[in-house]
């Protein structure tokens, strides 16, 4: 608890890589970067199969990139491959497998603490993403029914009757692989996808066509009940459907409990406040990438967002 560090930044994705670069590149010497995953990059490792394209940008929008990291559109691999580079060529301080508990602000010292350790620092960002903690419906799962009802890929196994619930670039991915060794339905409570890349979409209808997979769209879950230790799914237009297994992939949440117990406030909106620097209101502690927007994140404005956030601790020095 002795070692002050200059920043400690939580989060192990594009945001927290690019922040521990780019504290390197401008002058910070002391820098910490916490992951509670066993590496960087959890999204893409856990959510993207391989080869699968990585965008720097998000639906088309082109970003130019402002700091040190010169990201590119690429694969899962490349991706990952380029942020060991960038890890690997730096003097920077990792801790994975470490998750925090809390962060408190002692006078101008912040103390980060985890399950297994303390750290202190003069600066936070909290750039950790929204996927790890997933959307849930708004009806009750039963509880019988809790083993057979998922939110990842983890307990998928071979020769199921899987129900995909979800519009979304992970569903359609989830369902298109999940149905080369599975019954799968794909359901989206919409007549038609408006979120999907050309790619995605195309491979959806063609699978559908092909039955190698069930679209049901423009109807959305109910109620989920347990049949005979199996999922009844009943659904809004008065149908249902019993199968072995649920998978939900409707998006991910900003982890508030865990943002208040780091001294972010929000406003009436429940949204996480900060100013134009993505300082909250304790000063020098910083969010970054995802949870600082309110929709449409993407790689480059999490590194955006690292180059700026730096910039801005460095112009306070």
């Keep these: 608890m002795q070692h002050i ?17 780019e504290a390197k590149v401008l002058g910070l010497d002391k820098i910490l970067m916490i992951e509670k995953g066993d590496n960087h990059s959890q999204t893409i490792r856990k959510f993207y199969k391989d080869n699968k394209r990585v965008d720097k940008d998000y639906k088309g929008q082109v970003i130019e990139l402002a700091g040190s990291v010169n990201f590119e559109d690429g694969t899962k691999e490349s991706t990952l491959n380029y942020f060991d580079e960038l890890l690997d060529n730096d003097e920077i301080d990792t801790a994975f497998n470490s998750e925090v508990e809390k962060i408190k602000k002692d006078g101008d010292i912040f103390q980060v603490i985890t399950s297994s350790a303390g750290y202190m620092s003069k600066n936070v960002i909290i750039a950790i993403g929204t996927m790890g903690k997933p959307n849930k419906p708004n009806y009750k799962i039963p509880p019988s029914v809790r083993q057979r009802v998922n939110f990842n890929l983890d307990k998928c196994s071979s020769g199921e009757k899987l129900l995909l619930v979800g519009g979304g670039n992970s569903a359609a991915e989830y369902a298109i692989e999940l149905s080369k060794t599975n019954t799968v339905t794909l359901n989206y409570r919409r007549d038609k996808f408006n979120r999907l890349n050309d790619v995605n979409e195309k491979m959806l209808y063609e699978y559908d066509g092909q039955e190698k997979l069930r679209l049901r769209m423009g109807t959305d879950v109910e109620s989920l009940e347990n049949e005979n230790g199996l999922v009844k799914v009943n659904f809004n237009d008065g149908y249902y459907t019993i199968y072995d297994r649920v998978i939900y992939a409707i998006g991910g949440t900003t ?47 999490a590194l955006n967002h690292a180059h700026h956030i730096i910039s801005h601790i460095l112009s306070q020095k």
């Design 5 to 21: 560090y200059d920043i400690v930044i939580i989060g192990g994705g594009p945001g927290g890589i690019g922040a521990a670069v």
């Design 255 to 301: 982890p508030v409990d865990f943002l208040k117990l780091c001294g972010i406030t929000f406003d009436e909106n429940n949204r996480p406040e900060f100013d134009e620097n993505y300082e909250s209101k304790t000063k020098g502690l910083y969010l970054g990438g995802d949870i600082a927007v309110q929709s449409g994140g993407s790689i480059a404005i």
